[in-house]
């Protein structure tokens, strides 16, 4: 090999291990680079220090106690129930919103959850607001809150929720009803109401109502002590009342009637036998199990006073529905979980009225009144309104069958008779 290959390939060699140096040297800022990144995305902490502080400073550990101590109503309207009942829940669903110890951090207790919970459905507030009140992460409490809803569904269900399954149990609605509302042989108002959602992912318009936004519905069946005795929840937006009431496991069992309603038996001092019927609006079909207004067009005397008589008995529904959202302020928000935890937070609010219809009497200033003369006073629910009506949409109407017509017709004519109380001339 001569002297100017020898200079050429030391050349090249020089040139390759330049080249492999520079190589090593991309690698390497490569990776710090990398490693700067991962640096920069790892927690400074586990949990953020004004957050540990909770124990102390949080509401539940200061404001709540203090209002329990000093000022009861005030805790009341916190927690939407007196501390009595408060304590009662929270014993019988512990078990179920009780976390296990770990080795890594201690458990939210089950009071701090409940309290959580509580606040969410009495003001509606977003998941961001109750971090800053409870000093818990949001992320923790959207998992809090569908925890303590099931916890209460399976614990309160059964309970509070109860239709009768008995001839005799429902003649004690109708006792209530023929004795509080004038009207004899209703075992039940029905009415549906739309709770408004965020638009849930991947569902098109499927949750879209006539009123122009998204929401699920409750369709709810109550007695005439403002206690919920039957509830669909969940359905879509764009259902009807019919539409739902049709799908739902309550018709089938009154179409056969398998739904243990009392013998049909006539009114006092009459010779019809009258079917037991539920109360309802122009959005369900007449049934003779099912009676509803008069259309409102053209009416004669008698189907005024048939609709005042019916319209009084049917604002029960109202009332419920009302007294439940002025409660539970979140059922007046724009609700932005899934749809299947909606529905629980739902028949949470509703069990939980329920609950404190049976053990306590203190909704006298929220539901609708009557005085001397039997003029409407209204309630203080309507002052801040109510959850939207679940329209009839566009299409054929209900048609009646002739028996139902029949009985309508009945009675009309025994409101403006026998059935006839003094003030209802006054009322049209």
Request: hydrophobic content about 35%; overall charge positive; some cysteine.
């Amino acid at each position: 090999m001569n002297v100017e290959n020898a200079l050429a390939l030391a050349r090249m060699d020089r040139l390759n291990w330049q080249l492999d140096l520079e190589r090593v040297r991309y690698v390497l800022a490569v990776e710090e680079e990398q490693n700067n990144r991962r640096e920069a995305r790892r927690r400074k902490w586990w949990m953020k220090p004004w957050l540990r502080r909770r124990t102390f400073l949080g509401q539940y550990s200061r404001l709540m106690e203090e209002m329990r101590r000093e000022d009861i109503p005030s805790y009341t309207n916190y927690m939407r129930m007196p501390p009595e009942l408060v304590d009662e829940v929270l014993q019988r669903i512990g078990h179920r919103i009780q976390k296990q110890k770990t080795f890594w951090r201690e458990p939210l207790s089950p009071g701090l959850r409940f309290a959580i919970t509580m606040r969410y459905l009495a003001s509606g507030d977003s998941y961001k607001s109750l971090q800053y009140d409870f000093r818990v992460a949001n992320n923790t409490i959207a998992g809090i809150i569908p925890e303590v809803c099931e916890a209460i569904i399976a614990e309160f269900m059964d309970e509070c929720i109860v239709c009768p399954s008995t001839p005799d149990e429902w003649l004690e609605v109708e006792r209530q009803f023929r004795l509080r509302w004038n009207m004899p042989h209703a075992l039940g108002a029905i009415d549906g109401k739309h709770v408004a959602i965020k638009c849930p992912p991947h569902t098109g318009t499927r949750y879209y109502n006539y009123k122009g936004y998204f929401s699920i519905i409750m369709l709810a069946l109550v007695d005439a002590d403002y206690k919920y005795i039957w509830l669909d929840v969940g359905a879509n937006g764009g259902c009807s009342d019919a539409q739902i009431f049709n799908s739902s496991d309550l018709k089938p069992i009154l179409e056969d009637a398998s739904i243990a309603f009392p013998p049909p038996r006539a009114l006092p001092e009459e010779r019809y036998v009258l079917p037991y019927y539920f109360v309802g609006d122009d959005a369900f079909a007449l049934r003779t199990w099912m009676m509803k207004p008069y259309s409102r067009r053209n009416m004669a005397h008698r189907q005024r006073i048939y609709n005042y008589r019916v319209s009084r008995a049917r604002r029960i529904v109202e009332n419920v529905f009302g007294i439940t959202a002025q409660k539970f302020q979140c059922l007046h928000t724009t609700m932005r979980q899934h749809p299947d935890i909606v529905t629980k937070i739902v028949l949470a609010c509703c069990i939980l009225h329920n609950l404190h219809r049976m053990r306590y009497r203190r909704d006298a200033l929220l539901v609708d009144q009557e005085d001397a003369d039997h003029n409407l006073i209204p309630g203080g629910w309507r002052q801040h309104g109510n959850m939207q009506d679940v329209p009839q949409p566009p299409g054929p109407r209900n048609t009646g069958s002739r028996k139902a017509k029949e009985q309508r017709e009945y009675l009309a004519n025994y409101f403006l008779n026998r059935g006839a109380v003094p003030w209802q001339e006054d009322m049209i």
